[in-house]
Nanobody
């Protein structure tokens, strides 16, 4: 069982920056892909970014260049740096860990952290 705890959400003005953190309890953290998703109330959860154990990254096209995902395997943590924030970035942001082990997918969600972009 893996526990994911997000932090770093809050209120920020348009154009500002925020860094979210996701701390994982996994003992073999590097075997997990870690992803960030976000969800606006009443809408489907949408994928934001992915990072694998080696640090390779991928982003939703519209967020590439503004958001940056990174990980510190020594601290079992993943980060999402968000720059030039827009009102439409307001959402609950979730951390998600997934791996394929012996043909079985293991995945876990964090509880989410609220980001509000407003003046």
């Amino acid at each position: 069982q893996v526990q994911l705890v997000e932090s770093g959400g809050g209120l920020v003005q348009p154009g500002g920056s925020l860094t979210l953190s996701c701390a994982a309890s996994a003992s073999d953290f590097t075997t997990y892909y870690i992803e960030w998703y976000r969800q606006v109330s009443g809408k489907e959860r949408e994928w934001v970014a992915t990072i694998n154990g080696a640090g390779n990254t991928n982003y939703e096209d519209s967020l590439r260049g503004r958001f940056a995902i990174s990980r510190d395997n020594a601290k079992n943590s993943v980060y999402l740096q968000m720059n030039s924030l827009k009102v439409e970035d307001t959402a609950v942001y979730y951390c998600y860990a997934v791996r394929l082990r012996l043909g079985v997918q293991e995945d876990y969600w964090g509880q989410g952290t609220q980001v509000i972009v407003s003046s």
